[in-house]
């Protein structure tokens, strides 16, 4: 088991920045590649960034490229979240979850086996 809990979450103006971490533990951290996703109200949840267990291989949605950065370290079995330039859309629940194919930085919610409670992220125009 997983255990993963997120914070950094809260209200800041459209342009403000926010960093979210996600503290894990139990097994081996570096034993996973991490993600994080969202979900906003009414919709789905989606792919925000993942990154693998190196950090060498990261991965993001179109809608976060350029404005958002996925690190992790793994000394301190964090990973975590720098979310730049926010707009009102990036409001939603962020969620970071881990994935046991370590090597990758998959997109798609079902590689991956564990995840945290959320963290609110609102973002006001």
């Known amino acids: 088991q997983v255990q993963l809990v997120e914070s950094g979450g809260g209200l800041v103006q459209a342009g403000g920045s926010l960093r979210l971490s996600c503290a894990a533990s139990?097994?081996?951290?570096?034993?996973?590649?991490m993600g994080w996703f969202r979900q906003a109200p009414g919709k789905e949840r989606e792919f925000v960034a993942a990154i693998s267990w190196r950090g060498i291989s990261t991965n993001y949605a179109d809608s976060v490229k350029g404005r958002f950065t996925i690190s992790r370290d793994n000394a301190k079995n964090t990973v975590y979240l720098q979310m730049n330039s926010l707009k009102p859309e990036d409001t939603a629940v962020y969620y970071c979850?881990?994935?046991?194919?370590?090597?990758?930085?998959?997109?798609?919610?079902?590689?991956?086996?564990?995840w945290g409670q959320g963290t609110q992220v609102t973002v006001s125009s």
């Open positions: 139990g097994r081996t951290f570096s034993n996973y590649a």
């Open positions: 979850a881990a994935d046991p194919d370590k090597y990758y930085s998959r997109s798609s919610p079902s590689g991956y086996d564990y």
